[in-house]
């Protein structure tokens, strides 16, 4: 099976670290045009008779790539034995100016600390989110008994995620919804 990269922000990967974050949405592109359900079941998305093809499947393992910086080299590269993540709450002094930190998509596998295996996939649309999926995204869990509470903080979330990039929460795009789970480190022997 396809190993793949995925990108998280800081938040986002505090969370799974933390075991609060087992889904992820990401947006359908292109935005399809209609749907049909296959024999066995499933909602797929088309562009005219062109089915489009999800990047994530079950079974797929992804590795996260995070903002993250260590002790540079001349080749451009970070030393393997020395790297630190924004995500982590203890960062060193000497890493608190954004100068010193590396955008997600530049992580390499090898610099990837998190291996997720997807479980399942579906295509919803993102306000179709439910209060129970919304707390599995990771949103803050303070007060989610209350109806809706949970949505209302992931709805914020989403858009300073997507908003820019015009696929904002008013504009309810069609979503790929992933649930996952951590795969445990293996230790090298």
Known sequence: MTDRPIIFSAEMVRAILEGRKTQTRRVIKPQPDHFHKFSDGILRPQIGLR??????????????????????????QPSPTFINYRADSEIPEQYSSNAYWRSPIHMPRWASRITLEVVSVRVERVQDISDD???????????????????????KLWD?????????????????????RRLEPTNAT
């Open 51 to 76: 089915e489009i093809e999800c990047l994530y499947k079950p079974g797929m393992t992804l590795w996260v790539r995070e903002a993250f910086t260590g002790d540079w080299r001349g080749n451009g």
């Open 160 to 180: 300073t995620i997507n908003a820019k990039r015009g696929y904002s929460w008013e504009s309810n795009p069609w979503v790929w919804a992933i649930t996952f």
């Open 133 to 155: 999926d919304a707390v599995e995204e990771g949103v803050d869990r303070t007060n989610t008994s209350i109806p809706t509470y949970a949505i209302q903080r992931y709805r």
